[in-house]
């Protein structure tokens, strides 16, 4: 039979230590995305709050700032949406590097064992051909658990795409709605 030499060991080792740092940095790139964008949100809000503190205390009587609070309701909706939105991407950005590290990996294991099924075969002794045959038959089951695992995934991060779609799409609707009845209702209140 066959079995990995020292040099086969090491380039495996090295193989696995490559694939834990590149995903390290992925996970450390999509925190620093996340890091960059929750200051610039901080920073915007902040810049905002001292704008509309500035706009609050320098109305003459309620309804002005009742004006000023309906102006700020559609906005601030949405940015909330938006900054929604770009975690989502971030997130979904990350899961696709570890999807495509993942399929790579899968990819070297199946050629690997692909291999080491043919070369086993080849030096096989007489009388293990029913082995040899469960082994391959043991393999092309999980290759084609993996496969259907790997579409009902996509299939299921596709509905969560267009779920989060939908919902964003809701709440942008529901928030002009409100906007457009808190405008109106202030507008009664001062004729």
């Known amino acids: 039979m066959t079995q990995f030499s020292p040099e086969q060991f090491a380039a495996t080792q090295k193989s696995h230590v490559e694939t834990f740092f590149n995903l390290t940095n992925k996970v450390f790139e999509g925190v620093e995305k996340l890091t960059n964008l929750n200051l610039q949100a901080t920073k915007s809000i902040f810049a905002e709050t001292q704008e509309t503190t500035q706009k609050a205390l ?7 700032l009742a004006k000023l609070q309906n102006a700020l309701a559609q906005p601030a909706a949405e940015k909330a949406q938006a900054y929604s939105r770009h975690v989502y991407e971030i997130l979904t950005g ?8 993942a399929e790579a990996q899968f990819a070297e ?3 690997s064992t692909q291999s080491f099924i043919d070369n086993l075969t ?3 002794p007489a009388g293990a051909e029913t082995a040899v045959a469960l082994l391959k038959s043991t ?3 999980a290759n084609t658990t993996y496969d259907t695992v790997h579409k ?14 939908a919902a964003t799409t809701a709440a942008s609707k529901a928030a002009k709605e ?12 001062t004729a």
């Open 178 to 189: 409100t906007t457009a009845q808190a405008s109106r209702a202030s507008k009664t209140t």
């Open 152 to 165: 009902a995934t996509k299939q299921a991060v596709e509905l969560a795409e267009s779920s989060f779609d």
């Open 109 to 111: 294991y199946s050629q």
């Open 94 to 101: 990350t899961q696709a590097e570890f999807l495509k590290v």
């Open 58 to 64: 320098s109305g003459k009587d309620p309804q002005d």
């Open 139 to 141: 393999i092309t089951a």
């Open 122 to 124: 080849k030096n096989a």
